[in-house]
């Protein structure tokens, strides 16, 4: 993984770039196939998308040189920042075998993207996944990005199983990675057992898959 929180800035970052490039090559060295990249964040959703988008493109066409020359992948995540139009356009823009989705299914619902259709669109480009399950948070302005917080899988309003299917329809061969951060206040203090629970779940949604 590389770039967290705040990943690129949006493309204002030039010494997050260096790191990201730096970061490929300790990704060769441990074996890693798939790295992990942030082109931005929250503190930058206010701002005007396109221009970001497009400072992203140009560093992203430079750095999926470097990373096909070393055998790695990069898979940008949208990280609260860019819904799936936004992170399609920035797919076809840089269009190569090496550069792809690090599909986080909570983000897109954070930014008012339905995560089904969103995979819909994106499950070609995905390479690797954060699979989260969320419940709006009562008396959290729906602005705030912890609207959304996090619950077991299975437990939220997230259909992880379709999701799941679509990848499973396009051959995917990667991980189905839970991940949580801000917990539901139901689940407050309960994080080893919403992990414990969303990977038990994420084993029967896998079973439940068709494989073609």
Not at 89 to 107: A, I, M, P, R
Request: hydrophobic share 40%; aromatic share 10%; with cysteine.
């Amino acid at each position: 993984m590389q770039g967290h929180p705040d990943g690129l800035e949006g493309g204002k970052n030039e010494e997050e770039f260096d790191s990201m490039m730096q970061h490929i090559h300790f990704a060769k060295a441990i074996g890693a196939e798939v790295m992990r990249v942030v082109g931005s964040s929250l503190m930058f959703r206010f701002e005007p998308h396109q221009p970001q988008l497009e400072k992203l493109a140009k560093m992203f066409k430079t750095a999926v040189k470097e990373a096909e020359s070393q055998g790695v992948k990069l898979a940008i995540e949208n990280h609260i920042d860019y819904n799936s139009d936004e992170i399609l356009w920035l797919l076809k823009e840089v269009d190569s075998d090496y550069f792809g989705v690090n599909f986080d299914s909570g983000n897109f619902l954070r930014v008012l993207d339905d995560p089904v259709k969103a995979m819909e669109k994106l499950a070609p480009y995905v390479m690797a996944t954060h699979i989260k399950d969320m419940l709006p948070v009562p008396g959290v302005p729906v602005d705030e990005w912890y609207f959304f917080s996090c619950v077991p899988t299975g437990k939220g309003l997230i259909d992880n199983q379709r999701i799941a299917q679509l990848l499973v329809d396009q051959k995917y061969d990667g991980f189905f990675a839970v991940e949580t951060d801000t917990l539901h206040p139901d689940y407050a203090f309960q994080e080893l057992n919403v992990v414990a629970k969303s990977v038990q779940q994420l084993k029967n949604i896998s079973k439940k898959c068709v494989y073609r």
